[in-house]
C-alpha cells in the first residue's frame, strides 16, 4: 500500500469521527443521553455508506466488516457528551473539518461504485449520497430541517467532488490525481460557501394577480 493510500485511510477514519462528532453535536442540542449521542453520531458518520453499499448490493455493508469503525464512531461521539461545552465554542474548527470530510466521502463513496460497475452518473450519485445522506437521517431523527434543504451550499459541493473524480478517471488520468483534484474541487467549494456566506437562490413568492372580474 502506498503512502497515498494510507493517508486516505487515516483521512477516511477522520471523516468518521468527524462526522460523528457533528451528529452528537446536535445531540447535545437537543439534549439526549448518552446512549442517543452515540446513536446519532453512528447515524452520521455511517448513513450515506450504508445506504450506497445497500443500493450497490455489497452486504454485509463496510462497517460491519470493519469493527473498528462503529469503535471510532463511538468514541468520537462520546467524547462531545463529556466536553460539548468546549466543542460548541469550537464550532468553526468542526465545521471546517466537516466540509474536508464532505469531500473526501463524495470523492471515496464515487470510487467505490466505480469499482462495484455502477454507470458514471450512478457513480456521481453515489458518492454525493455518501457523503450526505447520514447528515439528512441525523437532522431528520432530531426534527431539525436538513442541511441540504437550506440556502446553504452543502451538496452541491459534494456532488462537484464526485463528479470531478469520474470524469478525471474516465478522461483518464491517474487514480491519485482524480482523487486530489476532487477532494480540493469539493472542499474548495465548501470552503469559500463557509468564508463568504455564499447560498444558491431561494425561491421568493411573487405577488399574487389581481385579475378581471368575469361576472
Not at 447535545?28 to 450504508?50: A, C, E, H, N, P
Not at 463496510?62 to 473498528?68: A, K, V
Not at 440556502?151 to 456532488?159: H, L, M, R, W
Not at 421568493?204 to 385579475?211: E, F, H, L, Q, V
Amino acid at each position: 500500500m502506498g503512502r497515498f493510500d494510507t493517508a486516505l485511510q487515516v483521512l477516511d477514519l477522520l471523516g468518521i469521527a468527524v462526522f460523528a462528532a457533528s451528529g452528537a453535536l446536535v445531540a447535545s442540542r437537543k439534549q439526549l443521553d448518552v446512549v442517543g449521542f452515540v446513536l446519532i453520531g453512528m447515524i452520521t458518520g455511517f448513513g450515506g455508506g450504508t445506504v450506497r453499499d445497500l443500493l450497490l448490493g455489497r452486504t454485509p455493508v463496510f462497517w460491519l466488516r470493519q469493527p473498528e469503525l462503529p469503535a471510532i464512531a463511538a468514541v468520537a461521539a462520546l467524547l462531545v457528551f463529556f466536553f460539548a461545552h468546549r466543542i460548541e465554542s469550537r464550532f468553526k474548527a468542526l465545521l471546517w473539518a466537516d466540509a474536508l470530510g464532505l469531500a473526501l466521502f463524495a470523492v471515496l463513496g464515487a470510487e467505490i461504485a466505480l469499482i462495484a460497475g455502477a454507470e458514471p452518473w450512478a457513480a456521481v450519485l453515489l458518492g454525493t449520497v455518501t457523503a450526505t445522506v447520514g447528515g439528512i437521517i441525523r437532522d431528520v431523527v432530531c426534527m431539525e430541517l436538513p442541511l441540504i434543504l437550506r440556502k446553504e451550499i452543502y451538496i452541491t459541493a459534494a456532488a462537484a467532488a464526485a463528479a470531478a473524480y469520474v470524469a478525471l478517471r474516465l478522461a483518464p488520468l491517474p487514480r491519485d490525481l482524480s482523487l486530489m483534484a476532487g477532494i480540493a474541487l469539493g472542499f474548495g467549494i465548501r470552503a469559500a460557501a463557509i468564508w463568504r456566506g455564499w447560498s444558491l437562490p431561494a425561491f421568493k413568492p411573487r405577488p399574487a394577480r389581481d385579475y378581471p372580474d368575469e361576472r
